[in-house]
């Protein structure tokens, strides 16, 4: 019988998790009955989200259970099937647990062409991390060519798509990352136009008013806390903000407090919503090939953060928290068969 590890939630973390949360276990593959099919992890995606899915708090999505397997996208190859509509070598991706080995029903996975893209790609700049970008940016924050818009954590797999589509719109784009490498990646690699390291700079709120000389009319937020205190004091009449992430607080014990930030919507007549990517999953498909036609063209480029050998899993995910990837943070798990 092949070797089939997989990673349970241990513990709840208290604060930021670690490596002592997780736990790796054996598990027997059950013999395929009809219409199932066994996977093969190839790639596996670690995200900021999953940290609120490893408390018990109440939240838009059900919590892991502690004990069970942790689930999240994976890109994986069908390698045995009973299913008529999923052939072996076909590969999907899906919302699967962190395992080596699955055997799975077969609904709720999409085909994927793997000559088209690499196959990571369907975990970020084509999946959820793109999909986020699109519409947070584009339905809420709806840039006009000439305005400026201001993305945190923009060295992320969602900022980095952000950041590049706001520019195909014609618009002055300021990124807020913690580190030179990171800024000048942006600037350089990303065509960001101005960049701010919030990790040495004494003075957010100056540093982007210096960024921002008209203003900020659109904001994407994927941090919160003092950074987007210190964005909001640049904002611009009619300003919208989308509230992708808040990752600055995931992992506090208490209530945090800040900016009262009312008074400053209601002078500026600005406009600030919290949205999830599957608010928009009517119109996925659309989203999904304009981005897809955005990276043939070479109008989006795309960075990966890959760990390679499943037991990196968490090492991955627990990166996230002190920025060690810039793009999307993967795993890659094993090489296609056929």
């Not at 992890?41 to 259970?65: C, F, I, N, Q, T």
């Not at 062409?113 to 519409?135: C, E, K, Q, V």
């Not at 957010?204 to 009319?217: N, R, S, T």
Request: aromatic share 8%.
């Amino acid at each position: 019988m092949m070797e089939n590890k997989t990673i349970l939630l241990g513990s709840r973390p208290h604060g930021t998790p670690t490596i002592e949360n997780f736990e790796f276990t054996q598990t027997d593959l059950s013999p395929l009955q009809e219409e199932e099919v066994l996977l093969k992890a190839l790639y596996v995606s670690v995200d900021p989200y999953m940290r609120g899915r490893m408390s018990d708090a109440k939240s838009y999505v059900a919590p892991y259970e502690v004990g069970k397997p942790i689930m999240g996208g994976v890109v994986a190859e069908v390698i045995d099937s009973k299913n008529e509509k999923l052939q072996k070598g076909t590969v999907v991706v899906g919302n699967l647990p962190w395992q080596q080995y699955i055997v799975h029903h077969g609904k709720g996975l999409n085909s994927i062409d793997p000559n088209m893209s690499p196959l990571s790609y369907h975990l970020g700049i084509l999946g959820m991390p793109g999909l986020t970008a699109y519409f947070g940016l584009l339905h809420i924050g709806q840039p006009k060519e000439g305005e400026t818009v201001v993305v945190s954590g923009a060295a992320g797999a969602v900022g980095t798509v952000v950041g590049q589509i706001a520019k195909l719109k014609g618009c002055r784009v300021v990124g807020i990352a913690g580190s030179d490498d990171k800024i000048n990646f942006l600037k350089n690699d990303l065509g960001f136009d101005e960049g701010i390291n919030y990790k040495t700079t004494s003075n957010i709120k100056e540093a982007v008013a210096a960024a921002c000389p008209d203003g900020v009319d659109v904001y994407f937020d994927n941090v919160g806390g003092e950074i987007s205190d210190a964005v909001i004091f640049s904002l611009n009449k009619f300003a919208r903000i989308a509230i992708c992430g808040q990752i600055s607080f995931y992992n506090n014990t208490s209530p945090a407090t800040g900016l009262r930030v009312e008074p400053i919507l209601l002078k500026k007549s600005a406009m600030m919503k919290g949205f999830i990517v599957s608010d928009y999953a009517e119109e996925f498909g659309k989203a999904a090939r304009e981005l897809a036609s955005w990276v043939k063209e070479g109008k989006l480029q795309y960075q990966e953060t890959v760990k390679e050998g499943f037991d990196q899993i968490p090492e991955a995910f627990l990166g996230l928290f002190s920025g060690e990837n810039t793009g999307k943070q993967l795993v890659k798990v094993a090489e296609r068969e056929y």
